[in-house]
T-cell receptor, first 111, second 116 residues
Framework: DAKTTQPPSMDCAEGRAANLPCNHS???????VYWYRQIHSQGPQYIIH???NNETNEMASLIITEDRKSSTLILPHATLRDTAVYYC????????????FGKGITLSVRP | GAVVSQHPSWVICKSGTSVKIECRSL??????MFWYRQFPKQSLMLMAT?????????EQGVEKDKFLINHASLTLSTLTVTSAHPEDSSFYIC????????????FGPGTRLTVT
């Protein structure tokens, strides 16, 4: 079973920030939080990951609460091409560590 | 960097035949690759973990004799669906793991298999 819970869907206006929440209340100390997204009929795309500090890259920012029980993925200026299913996954690191996909959250960006 | 390709992108085959899907890491070496299956409107389900030079590890409920996996080099893994049936029609996706501090996984574009 997936160890994260996400709302099934959300929408936002183009050009605005999209804040995607994720709960992972049973996360262990050595598990990372990963975010992937999947645009229709394509393979998942890696977005960002973090352990306990906030992270930012060219695609998004990841805010992890101090107790690490939840996180938020922020797309600062959503575009229509950001419409996708976003998966929040907790994962141990290691050579055979698996990614377990839940249902994700469907983000719809409206014009 | 971190590009993973799959071939073919789609395939239609007749029931009872076998189909081979290739997964290649183009710009990095991957000692571990993973194979997933995704049915319409569902999430990705891990089928097996493939390690270069050794036998694949299959998830519970996945028939290893039906879904043959070969990981013969650090850049290539293949999945062969043997004696395909219409219920095997699905979207098959591979990922390749790049070694590093956190072993990031990068996904291929997927292969759409339709069995008639």
């Amino acid at each position: 079973d997936a160890k994260t819970t996400q709302p099934p869907s959300m929408d936002c206006a183009e050009g605005r920030a999209a804040n995607l929440p994720c709960n992972h209340s049973t996360i262990s100390g050595n598990e990372y939080v990963y975010w992937y997204r999947q645009i229709h009929s394509q393979g998942p795309q890696y977005i960002i990951h973090g352990l306990k500090n906030n992270e930012t890259n060219e695609m998004a920012s990841l805010i992890i609460t101090e107790d690490r029980k939840s996180s938020t993925l922020i797309l600062p200026h959503a575009t229509l091409r950001d419409t996708a299913v976003y998966y929040c996954i907790v994962r141990l690191t290691g050579a055979n560590s698996k990614l377990t996909f839940g249902k994700g959250i469907t983000l719809s960006v409206r014009p | 960097g971190a590009v993973v390709s799959q071939h073919p992108s789609w395939v239609i085959c007749k029931s009872g035949t076998s189909v081979k899907i290739e997964c290649r890491s183009l710009d990095f070496q991957a000692t571990t690759m993973f194979w997933y299956r995704q049915f319409p409107k569902q999430s990705l389900m891990l089928m097996a973990t493939s390690n270069e030079g050794s036998k694949a590890t299959y998830e519970q409920g996945v028939e290893k004799d039906k879904f043959l996996i070969n990981h013969a080099s650090l850049t290539l893994s293949t999945l062969t669906v043997t004696s395909a049936h219409p219920e095997d029609s699905s979207f098959y996706i591979c990922s390749a793991q790049r070694q590093g501090a956190v072993y990031e996984q990068y996904f291929g574009p997927g292969t759409r298999l339709t069995v008639t």
